[in-house]
């Protein structure tokens, strides 16, 4: 079975991706690198850049007899989602969306402008203040709920992937059908170097955020925030 593993870009979606990827791995699925026929780039993980309605076959062929995880921060259109429902009917294919406060992400996304305007880098530089960060999960957002509409989708929280790992892994095994040990996961995982982690810190938009910033973004993600 082919399981997209989708996220917002700085939402955690790395350590989601892992997590199903070491629980997959221990349950026998090796992570075997597809062809650049399939998903185009150089990537060290199985990444797909943008998602094209006649490769999904294709992709769901290659991981036929074992759990393959694909990771992906893009957007699905309306041929692809149809394409999708008709294998996911057959279960061949599922995803995995990982969820983090809109607030936090744009701290996230800040954080990683910084450092790719540090470095020369153009991936994230475009990010320089609050409202860019905004603008741009805004836009995710609207991206994010189309996975999330998906049928054979299990939500997944990095407050809960981060910080209440155990509880994660165990909602992975479930969707995935696999039995293994909670800590061997966890081992698993912290042997991988991320390109660049997102400060392990719960709910930092608590901290640092002014209260008029506070305000402000309260009121731009209200649809999206927990009703109190």
Same mark, same amino acid.
């Given at each position: ?8 870009? /700085? ?5 989601? &991706? $892992?997590?199903? /990827? ?21 990537? *060290? ?8 309605? =006649? ?7 290659? #991981? ?6 694909? *990771?992906?921060? #893009?957007?699905?259109?309306? $041929?692809? !989602? ?22 936090? +992400? ?28 905004? =603008?741009? !999960? ?20 990095? @407050? +809960?992937?981060?910080?209440?790992? #155990?509880?994660? !892994?165990? =909602? +992975? /095994?479930?969707?995935?059908? +696999? ?9 698993? !995982?912290?042997?991988?170097? &991320?390109?660049?982690?997102? *400060? ?7 901290? $640092?955020?002014? @209260?008029?910033?506070? $305000?402000?973004?309260?009121? =731009? &993600? #209200? ?6």
């Amino acid at each position: 079975m082919l399981v997209f593993s989708y996220g917002i870009p /700085k939402s955690g979606s790395t350590l989601a &991706f $892992e997590l199903a /990827k070491a629980v997959a791995r221990l349950g026998g699925h090796r992570q075997p690198l597809l062809p650049g026929s399939l998903l185009p780039g150089r990537h *060290k993980v199985n990444f797909a850049q943008d998602l094209v309605t =006649a490769d999904l076959p294709r992709l769901a062929e290659a #991981a036929s007899g074992r759990i393959l995880l694909v *990771k992906t921060h #893009a957007c699905p259109g309306p $041929e692809w !989602v149809a394409a999708y429902r008709t294998l996911a009917a057959q279960g061949l294919v599922s995803a995995h969306v990982n969820h983090r406060d809109p607030r936090d +992400i744009c701290l996230s996304l800040l954080d990683a402008g910084r450092l790719a305007r540090s470095r020369g880098e153009r991936a994230f530089a475009e990010f320089v203040t609050l409202d860019d960060a905004v =603008a741009g !999960v805004r836009r995710y957002l609207g991206e994010q709920a189309v996975w999330a509409a998906l049928p054979r989708v299990l939500p997944l929280d990095y @407050a +809960i992937c981060a910080f209440r790992m #155990a509880e994660a !892994v165990e =909602a +992975i /095994k479930a969707d995935l059908g +696999i039995a293994c040990p909670n800590w061997l996961v966890r081992l698993w !995982v912290q042997r991988f170097a &991320f390109t660049y982690r997102n *400060k392990a810190v719960p709910a930092r938009h608590e901290a $640092e955020l002014t @209260a008029e910033q506070a $305000e402000w973004l309260a009121r =731009a &993600f #209200a649809a999206w925030l927990p009703r109190r």
